[in-house]
Structure formats: structure tokens, C-alpha cells
């Protein structure tokens, strides 16, 4: 789903490291930055077993050097501010982007405590990226990979605490049900 995203990111970066659970869109992901000039690493992890995903994370930066830039779009929310932490340095400056989906913007739901689980240092910059619906004519969709990818090079080039994608308000608009389109196996 972050597929353009990714390739954009390829055509600007010295080094790029990929991660998904998937071999085939691992695969398919090589196939589409065949063009790009960055070196290219691209890691199958099963995120199910968190502990060992992010000590495969934290060994593959310890290898690799720190990253500048990540963004990650995980399962688990609580599973974002130990990433960051594992794959950031001291001394070395990482904007970390979380992409979360549009319950992160519920109102109902409870203040955001992700932040608190975030070492605190001056050096780590992270960020949430808040994916939203785009309203229509007749009510309102889920956003396509396009938008997903586009919104989160955007919030990447004009960084804030909190970037939304497409709008979240009114929270009674939001489309229901899981679209096709976003559906993970």
C-alpha cells in the first residue's frame, strides 16, 4: 500500500531497506525499484512475533548504520514508538513517520499515548501520519494506495507532529467497513 511512496523514497535515498511479511510483494516491490539508484535491502519479518521483529530491526541498523528517514505502517500501534527506538541512535538524527489508520482519530478513543513510550531524546523525530477518507458526492471512501502513498511523501517533505490524510471530521461521515482495496492477507 505504500508501494508509490516507497519507489519515490528509492529515487531520493542513498540506501533503502524495505519490510514486509510478504515474500511476493517483496518480489513484486524489487521489480518496481529496478530503476531506482539507491542500494536496496528488502527484509521478510513476520511483525506477529513482535519481540523478534524489532530485535531483527534493531540488529539490521546496527549492521546497515541508523536510518535518517523511516516510516513504518504496522499492525500494532504500540509496536511504532519500539521501533523507532530500536533503529534510532543518539547522536544520529532519524525522523521516524507512523502511519496509523483513521481510528487513531476517533474521537471516542483515548488521548494518544503513544508518545510516552518514546525515548527521551533530542535526536529522534517522530511523527504520525493519519489516514482519513476523502468525502464524495454521495457520502464518502476509503483512500486508494495512490493517496495513502502521496499523503505520506507529503507529510515526510512538510513534517508535523500529526499529518492527516484526507479528513477524519466529521468522524459520523467515515465510510464503514473494511475497503477491498486494503484488505492485507
Not at 121 to 129: A, I, K, N
Not at 141 to 151: M, P, Q, V
Request: hydrophobic share 40%; glycine share 8%; charged share 20%.
Amino acid at each position: 500500500m505504500l508501494r508509490e511512496a516507497t519507489v519515490e523514497l528509492a529515487q531520493r535515498s542513498r540506501l533503502l531497506t524495505a519490510v514486509s511479511h510478504s515474500r511476493n510483494a517483496l518480489r513484486e516491490l524489487g521489480q518496481a525499484l529496478s530503476g531506482a539508484p539507491c542500494e536496496r535491502r528488502l527484509l521478510s519479518l513476520d511483525w506477529h512475533q513482535g519481540a523478534d521483529f524489532v530485535a531483527a530491526l534493531k540488529r539490521h541498523a546496527e549492521a546497515a548504520g541508523p536510518p535518517s528517514l523511516a516510516i513504518a505502517w504496522l499492525h500494532d500501534p504500540a509496536m511504532g514508538p519500539a521501533i523507532a527506538n530500536a533503529i534510532s541512535r543518539p547522536g544520529s538524527r532519524c525522523a521516524f513517520f507512523q502511519v496509523l489508520g483513521s481510528d487513531a482519530a476517533d474521537p471516542d478513543r483515548p488521548p494518544d499515548q503513544l508518545y510516552a513510550t518514546l525515548d527521551a531524546r533530542g535526536d529522534l523525530d517522530y511523527h504520525q501520519v493519519i489516514l482519513g477518507f476523502q468525502k464524495t458526492e454521495g457520502g464518502s471512501r476509503w483512500l486508494t494506495h495512490a493517496e495513502i502513498s502521496a499523503g505520506v511523501i507529503e507529510a515526510v517533505e512538510s513534517p508535523a507532529p500529526r499529518h492527516i490524510v484526507g479528513v477524519v471530521t466529521p468522524w459520523s461521515d467515515r465510510p464503514k467497513g473494511m475497503p477491498v482495496e486494503r484488505v492485507q492477507t
